[in-house]
């Protein structure tokens, strides 16, 4: 008889899987990361492939992600966080305030998505860092780049 301990691990795995197909883009290109810590999934969008600059509109390309992604998460169970990211360049009027308000808007945009394809909200919240937690250099490009991002934090349990 398989332990309790096997069974959630490989329901985790499992889970992991749905997500990573659902997201598998038809030209193969990887549009999303995907990793886990703990009992958390992290799957993560890049603000530049979902946003123009600026903006908290999605682009056709990161709804159509989400709506594959939302009939996985439809039916998974457990809480969610959606945090978005923004690089530190001033915002279109010169102020630290308008990345915070424009990840926090961006991470909404996400969530009514989601909602509006079968997640209940009751799963959901929203956050947005603004740049308070960069993963690249925000001296480089390429950082920035991995800065404006969206994340979504699936709990497990």
Known sequence: ?????????????????????????????NQFGLSTEGDRIYIVFSSDL????????LTPTLAHQLERLATVLADSGGKMTIV?????????????????ALSATRAMAVGRNLQAHGVAESRMSTMGR????PVGDNR??????????????LDRT
Request: hydrophobic share 35%.
């Open 140 to 153: 480089t490009a390429a950082g920035r780049a991995l800065n404006r991002r969206v994340e979504i934090v």
């Open 84 to 100: 978005g990211h923004t690089d530190d360049s001033p915002g279109a009027r010169g102020r630290t305030e308008t990345n915070l």
């Open 1 to 29: 008889m398989e332990s309790l301990s096997a069974q959630v691990t490989k329901q985790q795995a499992s889970l992991e899987d749905r997500i990573a197909h659902a997201l598998a883009s038809e030209n193969g290109a």
């Open 50 to 57: 979902g946003f123009a600059a600026g903006r908290a509109d």
């Open 130 to 133: 603004g740049a308070k937690e």
